[in-house]
Nanobody, 124 residues
Framework: EAQLVESGGGLVQAGGSLRLSCETS????????IGWFRQAPGKQREGVSC???????SYADSVKGRFTIFSDNAKNTVYLQMNNLKPEDTAVYYC??????????????????WGQGTQVTVSS
């Protein structure tokens, strides 16, 4: 059974940083792309970033230059380093897995497997 567990969320002031982790199990990590998504209250889910096993990455325009996605294949874990956080980054962040190639268009798709989410709150 595929499992994804997010951690690292919390409360931070604007301009601060957080690193989210997505620990995965139950599927062949190298065969899947991992994506980060977020959903703020009253808003639609937004694709934030994704990474394929070959290292291909993609980012939403709203986070380019501030967020970095990277993976530790030995730990089957993907990270999202978030710098210069803004109040509009406040949301529940989810990681998800799918057997596709990460691309800009992939961020708008519904991935196969999802984690339970972690709350990120950025105060002004």
């Amino acid at each position: 059974e595929a499992q994804l567990v997010e951690s690292g969320g919390g409360l931070v002031q604007a301009g601060g940083s957080l690193r989210l982790s997505c620990e995965t199990s139950g599927f062949t990590f190298d065969d899947y792309a991992i994506g980060w998504f977020r959903q703020a209250p009253g808003k639609q889910r937004e694709g934030v970033s994704c990474i394929s096993s070959d290292g291909t990455t993609s980012y939403a325009d709203s986070v380019k230059g501030r967020f970095t996605i990277f993976s530790d294949n030995a730990k089957n874990t993907v990270y999202l380093q978030m710098n210069n956080l803004k109040p509009e980054d406040t949301a529940v962040y989810y990681c998800a897995a799918d057997s596709l190639v990460c691309s800009d268009s992939a961020l708008s798709l519904l991935f196969d497997y999802w984690g339970q989410g972690t709350q990120v709150t950025v105060s002004s």
